[in-house]
Nanobody
Framework: QVQLMESGGGSVQAGQSLTLTCAAS????????MAWYRQKPGGTREEVAA???????IYEDRVKGRFAATRDSDKNLLYLQMNNLKPEDTGFYFC?????????WGQGTQVAVSP
């Protein structure tokens, strides 16, 4: 059974940084395009960053230049470095593969950015 585990969130002030980590049991990230998703209260999950098996990255326009997705295939970990955080980055962050049949969602990690 696949379990995704996100960590690294927190409450910060605008302009500060956080690094999120995604780990998994029962799933291998290598070979999959992986993504980070953000869900705001009452909203749907939106993809903010993706990384392909060959480490090509794709970002939502609002986070370009501030967020960086990386992966460590040896450790089966996914990271999201978030710099110069803004209040609009607030939400729960989740990781999953980019696929029509995704793995069960984890609990996510909460990011709260105050002005």
């Amino acid at each position: 059974q696949v379990q995704l585990m996100e960590s690294g969130g927190g409450s910060v002030q605008a302009g500060q940084s956080l690094t999120l980590t995604c780990a998994a049991s029962g799933a291998i990230f290598a070979g999959n395009t992986m993504a980070w998703y953000r869900q705001k209260p009452g909203g749907t999950r939106e993809e903010v960053a993706a990384i392909t098996p060959r480490d090509m990255t794709i970002y939502e326009d609002r986070v370009k230049g501030r967020f960086a997705a990386t992966r460590d295939s040896d450790k089966n970990l996914l990271y999201l470095q978030m710099n110069n955080l803004k209040p609009e980055d607030t939400g729960f962050y989740f990781c999953n593969k980019v696929d029509y049949k995704q793995w069960p969602w984890g609990q996510g990690t909460q990011v709260a950015v105050s002005p």
